[in-house]
């Protein structure tokens, strides 16, 4: 067959752009040519990311990119670039945040429009080829974008301005609100909020849609190791069974599906990725070394044999992952109906793996993207729990039906090798191979480690990021060293072999190197090389896949670097204040640090010597007395800026005035509510000049000092907390300033 168009993606090698190489959309891949083009011939950028197995990417390529008509308005209006999202994390998770930011959610595909240089000024996700229900179609949507740019620059140069100010001031940690002391009882406090959404009825965590949830899995798993308790191992073990017995693992095949839909775990977004079974692999072993538990073992074996046998490379590596649909339908080639298993199987074999497997309760599935909307087939799960599941007669007709699944059109198959996702599975294996004594799993690990080594790694400096039958590309990101050193730690200890420790010590050296903030704490996303993104970001909160960071704080801590773990932990002390049940990978780090070395107390981020001096100059202070026990403390801000009141927003830092007398009464002025263009409701603020009057019970007979603690921002950015302070004379006969030095 002759393709009547063939684009510039036909160079790439990752399945997902190859998937849009006959689009009649004139496609750029992200680089250096799409940008001089969008230059040179000042047209705005739509970007589109997705992934090869993305059923919602398939949808909008068939109805737009696949239109004649609408691409004819793509290639007049844009320069349009398709990136592969597991190629680049570092685009997609950047221009998520901003798609955040607009729109209030995010998801793939995910659809962003930029300024030639970068900037975003609109996004969004799906868009359907035309107007329906009062949201705009996508060809009305690039008419109205083109305009805009064209007639209506400033307004979209202010919007991009203040994304790309939000951006910045979201790529790093946040500074702390007041010391955080990182003990025990933080880390328990942490996971009490993490589990709090445990479902009791059906197991997990969170409402429908339901994702497994690894890093948690983990991070309780791993804490239980040290501090046994009854209620936390009664939530993971429910988890565990109702995964075990839902829809959500493909019963067949041994491997699981990427999220249940549903609360009961039964009906799957039917994608399998390979990060999701090797995080599960993981967690089933451990699980079963820690409660000896056969299932959980069974489990396990069924996760590794199924991503040895359909998701291997015949160098070692490992692919990424199924699609979810076959011919355009969800899930097609893993439904069942009664007449089909009975075809395989006989008549009275049907009967009872049909009651075992709940086909003999009726249809639970439909299409819903095809059909009436009436369940007319059968998701497998186990409808009476795994009573008979290891019954001998119940894995035979398993492996016929397995057998016959394999001759129906398979989904598709994404063959790229990605250097974090393999370092995942290696690590699984080797924990699987040890606590389950099987052998060939340790040789599967050792034998991919050895490919990402030969393949994937420079030993000049570099780990690359992908790979696909060719040369690796793309320079690795900090989940790839990261996720690597931990699979070979885990490698090392599983076969007693100190070269992959000898290794990991390598390029944890390189990891720093590249990624590490001297003077912040934590580790960037991307390496110091980097220069194509208009904001270089730290990431400490989980995705599905645990925080490269957090697992970089574990891996240095396992190296005998508890002084790089502790940094990270510190940078990111706020953050985990704030938000630890999103970030189970730091939560886990910390707990292994403070087993090991005590607390950490009074962590703050210590800002840089330039940033510390702009915000001290943002605030002048003085103090006069207006009798022998009322101070009046005059506080100016620089015009631009302005800190927050004393009972500011819960986003802002409170203004704090401390005195180093006891029980004076202190009485700060109403704050000012203004509204600015990062934040959507009233913030309280001080701005200009004010004044806070300190009243002693007594008239101090000593100096006092007095420090304002206060964080100084303009309507872009925020400084670094900071701290003045003034040393008080007592009243000496008259009113008027108290004197003394400033600090």
């Not at 949830?213 to 308790?229: A, F, G, I, S, W």
Request: charged residues 25%; glycine residues 8%.
């Amino acid at each position: 067959m002759t393709e009547k168009h063939t684009n510039r993606l036909a160079k790439e090698t990752s399945p997902y752009l190859l998937q849009h190489q006959h689009n009649p959309v004139d496609w750029y891949s992200w680089g250096p040519e799409a940008f001089e083009a969008a230059r040179s011939q000042d047209k705005p950028i739509f970007l589109s990311v997705g992934y090869s197995t993305c059923y919602w990417c398939h949808v909008m390529e068939r109805q737009c990119f696949e239109n004649e008509a609408i691409a004819a308005e793509m290639n007049q209006r844009f320069i349009n670039i398709k990136v592969d999202r597991e190629e680049r994390p570092d685009v997609d998770q950047l221009y998520m945040i901003a798609v955040q930011l607009l729109i209030r959610q995010g998801g793939w595909p995910m659809s962003v429009f930029l300024l030639p240089d970068l900037r975003p000024f609109y996004g969004g996700t799906y868009f359907p080829p035309a107007d329906a229900h009062g949201r705009p179609g996508f060809p009305t949507l690039l008419r109205a974008l083109d305009d805009a740019y064209r007639n209506r620059r400033s307004d979209v140069e202010k919007t991009a301005a203040q994304l790309v100010d939000i951006l910045g001031q979201l790529a790093k940690p946040s500074p702390p609100s007041s010391p955080v002391d990182v003990d025990e009882s933080f880390i328990d406090r942490l996971i009490d909020r993490s589990v709090s959404d445990y479902d009791p009825e059906f197991g997990g965590f969170g409402r429908a849609p339901k994702f497994p949830r690894q890093t948690l899995l983990e991070l309780v798993l791993v804490h239980l190791q040290n501090h046994p308790d009854a209620r936390r191992e009664k939530m993971i073990r429910h988890t565990l069974d109702a995964l075990a017995n839902g829809g959500i693992r493909d019963h067949l095949g041994g491997g699981f599906h990427r999220y249940s839909t549903d609360a009961r775990w039964l009906v799957p977004h039917f994608e399998i990725m390979l990060y999701d079974n090797a995080m599960l692999a993981w967690v089933y072993a451990e699980a079963y070394r820690q409660f000896k538990q056969p299932r959980y073992a069974q489990v396990a074996r069924g996760i590794c044999d199924f991503v040895l046998r359909e998701m291997t490379d015949t160098a070692g590596g490992f692919y990424t992952a199924f699609d979810a649909e076959v011919d355009a339908q969800e899930g097609l080639s893993n439904l069942w109906t009664p007449a089909e298993v009975e075809e395989e199987l006989g008549a009275s074999a049907a009967v009872l793996f049909n009651r075992v497997y709940g086909l003999a309760d009726g249809p639970n599935f439909a299409d819903p993207h095809h059909g009436n909307g009436m369940p007319d087939k059968n998701i497998l799960f186990l409808a009476d729990g795994p009573a008979l599941e290891s019954d001998e007669r119940i894995v035979t007709m398993r492996q016929k039906l397995l057998s016959a699944r394999h001759k129906r059109k398979q989904p598709l198959l994404d063959t790229k090798i990605l250097t974090s996702w393999n370092a995942l599975m290696i690590r699984a294996l080797a924990v699987a191979g040890d606590v389950l004594k099987e052998p060939r799993y340790l040789k599967a690990a050792e034998a991919a480690a050895e490919f990402l080594l030969l393949r994937h790694a420079d030993w000049n400096g570099v780990i690359f990021r992908t790979s696909r039958g060719g040369p690796a590309k793309y320079n690795g990101f900090l989940d790839d060293y990261a996720f690597l050193l931990q699979a070979l730690l885990a490698l090392g200890k599983a076969t007693a072999n100190s070269k992959w420790q000898e290794i990991a010590c390598h390029w944890a050296a390189v990891m720093k190197e590249q990624f590490g903030d001297s003077e912040g704490g934590g580790f960037y996303f991307t390496d110091n090389r980097s220069s194509e993104l208009i904001v270089r970001q730290k990431v400490a909160s989980d995705s599905p896949l645990p925080s490269g960071n957090g697992v970089a704080a574990s891996v240095l801590l396992e190296l005998g670097e508890p002084e790089a773990t502790r940094r990270v932990l510190i940078a990111f002390a706020e953050q985990l204040k704030s938000n630890g049940e999103g970030m189970s990978a730091m939560v886990q780090a910390a707990q292994e640090y403070v087993r090991r070395n005590g607390p950490i107390t009074g962590s703050a981020v210590t800002a840089t010597g330039d940033e510390q001096e702009r915000s001290e100059d943002v605030v002048d202070l003085d103090a006069k007395w207006t009798d022998p026990s009322t101070l009046r403390v005059s506080i100016r801000i620089r015009d631009g800026y302005h800190i927050g009141s004393n009972n500011a927003h819960p986003q802002m830092v409170d203004t704090e005035l401390s005195v180093g007398i006891e029980n004076p009464q202190i009485s700060y002025p109403p704050a000012q509510k203004v509204v600015f263009p990062f934040a959507d409701d009233e913030l309280q603020v001080y701005l200009g000049q004010m004044a806070i009057e300190v009243r002693f019970p007594t008239p101090p007979s000593t100096t006092v000092r007095l420090a304002l603690r206060y964080q100084a921002c303009s309507d872009r950015a925020c400084l670094a907390v900071a701290s003045r302070s003034i040393d008080v004379h007592p009243y000496h006969g008259r009113p008027g300033r108290a004197g003394g030095s400033i600090g």
